[in-house]
Antibody, heavy 119, light 108 residues
Framework: QVQLVQSAAEVKKPGASVKVSCKASGYTFTSYYMHWVRQALGQGLEWMGIINPTSGITTYAQNFQGRVTMTRDTSTSTVYMEVSSLRFEDTAVYYC????????????WGQGTLVTVSS | QSVLTQPPSASGTPGQRVTISCSGSSSNIGNNSVYWYQQLPGTAPKLLIYRNNQRPSGVPDRFSGSKSGTSASLAISGLRSEDEADYYCAAWDDSLKVFGTGTKVTVL
């Protein structure tokens, strides 16, 4: 069955970077786009960007341009999302989500990774 | 950052019908498909409706979606206790995914 398994929770200091992984299984990794969505505690969903697992081409939401980097490793069917210059307001649960075509729906989600920014 | 507006809460007794609205604009709902996601407490969101009114395999037909102009709605008929969750509408807006503000459904 389709599974997206994310890395464990992280605690980081302001100004540091964090890299979250999302390992896909149960389907052909390069056949689906992957997105990242975050959710601050008790808040709504916020789209961060998309990566094409075949080409590695990325598009980021304007709010995250310059601070977020999405990459992939096709040999391990894993996508990565790194946020730099962390701020307290980056404290959130980060989800990867699979897209069956470009800019459609998210038909599978990772379990989420809590990133806490604390001094 | 949400540009799609939903009521913060909705409620009903078991068996009732509950409707959630989602209001957007011509740049998102007006010209693109609407999606609905259900988020049970402490879990990741789950796709409920795609392409305005299509249900993925496994989603009960108690859930239905519709769209008219720049608004959309999700209806839950025959409300059940396990439907207690947060519901989010979503659409694409010039290659930017926008989500609704979210509606918490409570089963009384």
């Amino acid at each position: 069955q389709v599974q997206l398994v994310q890395s464990a929770a992280e605690v980081k200091k302001p100004g540091a970077s964090v890299k979250v992984s999302c390992k896909a299984s149960g389907y052909t990794f390069t056949s689906y786009y992957m997105h990242w969505v975050r959710q601050a505690l008790g808040q709504g969903l916020e789209w961060m960007g998309i990566i094409n697992p075949t080409s590695g081409i990325t598009t980021y939401a304007q709010n995250f341009q310059g601070r977020v980097t999405m990459t992939r490793d096709t040999s391990t069917s894993t996508v990565y999302m790194e946020v730099s210059s962390l701020r307290f307001e980056d404290t959130a649960v980060y989800y990867c989500a699979r897209d069956p075509a470009l800019y459609t729906w998210f038909d599978a989600w990772g379990q989420g990774t809590l990133v806490t920014v604390s001094s | 950052q949400s540009v799609l507006t939903q009521p913060p809460s909705a409620s009903g007794t078991p068996g009732q019908r509950v409707t959630i609205s989602c209001s957007g604009s011509s740049s998102n709902i007006g010209n693109n498909s609407v999606y609905w996601y259900q988020q049970l407490p402490g879990t990741a969101p789950k796709l409920l409706i795609y392409r305005n009114n299509q249900r993925p395999s496994g989603v009960p037909d108690r859930f239905s979606g519709s769209k008219s102009g720049t608004s959309a709605s999700l209806a839950i008929s025959g409300l059940r206790s396990e439907d207690e969750a947060d519901y989010y509408c979503a659409a694409w807006d010039d290659s930017l995914k926008v989500f609704g503000t979210g509606t918490k459904v409570t089963v009384l």
